[in-house]
């Protein structure tokens, strides 16, 4: 069984950045699509970042499109999470998770359907 562990998350004020990382075990990483999401209090989940595992395309959620990058570093078995020029509106609680195969990673992350496995999460707070 494919498990997650989500990093790096914390207070930070507007403007700054922050990276999530989040590490898999278990099974290998290349097996899986991976994908960010965040909940912030009374509101839904939104689906934020995704890469493929099978060509490496990715997907950003226009809200974080231009500040927000994906990457994957197969060594360590983790996918990152660079946020820059963070805004409040960024607070939530972000969460990593895993589908099987190679589904297309837009419609995997914008409809957040499908995965198999999630993190545990972390906290992202952006405040001055």
């Known amino acids: 069984q494919l498990q997650l562990v989500e990093s790096g998350g914390g207070l930070v004020q507007p403007g700054g950045s922050l990276t999530l990382s989040c590490t898999t075990s278990?099974?290998?990483?290349?097996?899986?699509?991976i994908g960010w999401f965040r909940q912030a209090p009374g509101k839904e989940r939104e689906g934020v970042s995704g890469i493929s595992n099978s060509d490496g395309s990715t997907y950003y959620a226009d809200s974080v499109k231009g500040r927000f990058t994906i990457s994957t570093d197969y060594a360590k078995n983790t996918v990152n999470l660079q946020m820059n020029s963070l805004k409040p509106e960024d607070t939530a609680v972000y969460y990593c998770?895993?589908?099987?195969?190679?589904?297309?990673?837009?419609?995997?992350?914008?409809?957040?359907?499908?995965?198999?496995?999630w993190g545990q999460g972390t906290q992202v707070t952006v405040s001055s």
């Open positions: 278990g099974f290998p990483l290349d097996y899986y699509a």
């Open positions: 998770a895993a589908a099987r195969g190679s589904p297309n990673i837009e419609v995997l992350i914008s409809l957040g359907n499908g995965l198999d496995y």
